[in-house]
């Protein structure tokens, strides 16, 4: 059933219409934008980024626990509000992964057997509003935080001890390494920015459809985010996927390769299903983003 349910929630995408082309307009010099972006600077952010993310995942057994605990879905549900409020509040994607790493990283540590929505509702919006404080220009206020889709609304003195609670228990360790740290590193710099633009945007659809499929909590930040990379590439450009992902490769441990292989495939197949099945399929958080004619 909780199969079912989340192969639902993950069809029906149509991500960012305003950037969402099917190919990547043909130009000569990407490849050698590639090639001349193979520097020790990149590497070593790269490898920094990797040593990083091991203290930015939730406790060993995650999956597990969420399941024997019957906290996937109620855990889609409050995801999916923080989605629906980046998209309301303008807020940068950046901001709704570390929020969403948050979520996972104090669920696993408290490892509670007596979890109530509410509660996973109050965590949520201290949460999103830690989240915004530590990578937003400017802060919002606690009651302008909940907003429309939330079964419950809370006092901003319980919010901020909420938050507290999520920082001590964070050992406020803030600037985590999410899979959307792995996409941004394909800056400007790396690409031409219209051919940036067009890759990022497809990259993060892929990114937030990982949030609530219960498979990708397998595999670190950084194989879902090179995961999502190459599948973009390959949808988009092709004949350049391959050499991308060639190095990157290369910067990795056989077995960061192995689960890279596995999470693409798995990828892959999901987008297939997803688009065969995109008439039939209830709306996602994503589409919702669409529906508000809001972007994050």
């Known amino acids: 059933m909780v199969y079912e349910c989340m192969d639902n929630l993950l069809c029906d995408e149509v991500w960012l219409s305003n950037n969402s082309e099917n190919t990547f307009e043909e130009v000569g010099d990407f490849v ?124 901003s003195s319980v919010i901020l001890k909420m938050e507290l609670i999520l920082l001590k228990a964070l050992g406020w360790h803030l600037n985590s390494v999410t899979s959307y740290s792995f996409v941004e590193m394909v800056d400007i710099d790396f690409l031409e920015s219209h051919l940036y633009e067009k890759l990022v945007s497809p990259a993060t659809q892929l990114l937030l459809q990982a949030t609530l499929d219960q498979k990708m909590l397998e595999f670190r930040p950084s194989i879902v985010g090179i995961s999502a990379l190459w599948c973009s590439l390959d949808q988009l450009y092709p004949s350049t996927a391959d050499s991308y992902i060639a190095y990157i490769l290369r910067l990795l441990s056989q077995t960061q390769k192995d689960d890279i292989i596995k999470c693409h495939e798995l990828m892959q197949r999901q987008t297939s299903v997803c688009c065969e099945n995109h008439h039939h399929c209830p709306l996602s958080p994503t589409t919702v983003l669409l529906n508000t004619s809001t972007r994050i």
């Open 32 to 155: 050698v934008s590639l090639k001349s972006y193979e520097n020790k600077e990149f590497e070593e952010a790269f490898t920094l980024y990797l040593e990083k993310e091991a203290s930015s995942l939730p406790e060993h057994n995650y999956t597990k626990y969420l399941h024997s605990n019957n906290l996937f879905l109620p855990r889609c549900r409050v995801i999916q509000w923080l989605v629906k409020c980046g998209s309301h509040f303008n807020l940068s994607f950046g901001t709704v992964f570390l929020a969403v790493n948050y979520l996972d990283r104090f669920v696993s540590i408290c490892q509670s057997n007596d979890w109530k929505y509410w509660m996973l509702e109050l965590l949520s919006i201290a949460c999103l509003s830690v989240a915004i404080k530590f990578n937003e220009k400017s802060a919002l206020s606690l009651h302008e935080i909940q907003v429309e889709g939330l079964n419950y609304s809370f006092q």
